[in-house]
């Protein structure tokens, strides 16, 4: 191999190693995994190792998470919580604005969530509002409200500045 062709290689192996960080970072496998599994992770670290978790998410389900990165997350709560919260305060801030509701209640109140409470002929603005919600109560339903009551009292402190800072 010259030395023009090594270089030309050379290039195309970056540009092949960054193309390919590009599609697993778009697809969620890598980088955010933690993040949208760190409730998850919180919850099983009561009864297991980070190695074990790691173990169970390679062999079960074929996810690649070290235990190094899961013990990284669990050494942050602060910083992985409000990653966690990001994903989901959108729809937090949609279903706010519908049920004219206070983020810190309905949160950590299974009873005050109204997972479906679509009246029948409303102002103009609710019914434009209506496909925003219901997405909202989706990523709330499926995201947040899949989290046990305990979990997500755990998260309360570490985000208890969005939660009064943003409150109505």
Do not use: C
Request: charged share 30%; no cysteine; hydrophobic share 40%.
């Amino acid at each position: 191999m010259t030395e023009n062709e090594k270089h030309v290689s050379v290039a195309a192996i970056g540009q092949d190693l960054v193309s390919h960080a590009k599609t697993i970072d778009l697809d969620g496998n890598k980088r955010g995994l933690v993040v949208e599994l760190y409730p998850s992770v919180v919850t099983a670290s009561e009864r297991m190792s980070a190695r074990a978790i790691s173990r169970f998410l390679k062999d079960q389900h074929g996810v690649k998470l070290s235990a190094v990165t899961i013990t990284k997350a669990l050494n942050d709560p602060k910083k992985y919580w409000n990653q966690f919260f990001d994903m989901i305060e959108p729809s937090v801030v949609a279903y706010e604005k519908w049920e004219n509701a206070k983020r810190e209640d309905f949160l950590f109140d299974d009873g005050r969530f109204k997972p479906v409470n679509f009246p029948g002929r409303e102002v103009l603005r609710k019914q434009l509002l209506k496909f925003e919600f219901a997405q909202a109560i989706n990523v709330l339903r499926d995201k947040w409200f899949t989290i046990d009551r305990e979990t997500r009292m755990k998260a309360r402190p570490y985000l208890a500045e969005r939660l009064l800072g943003k409150a109505k």
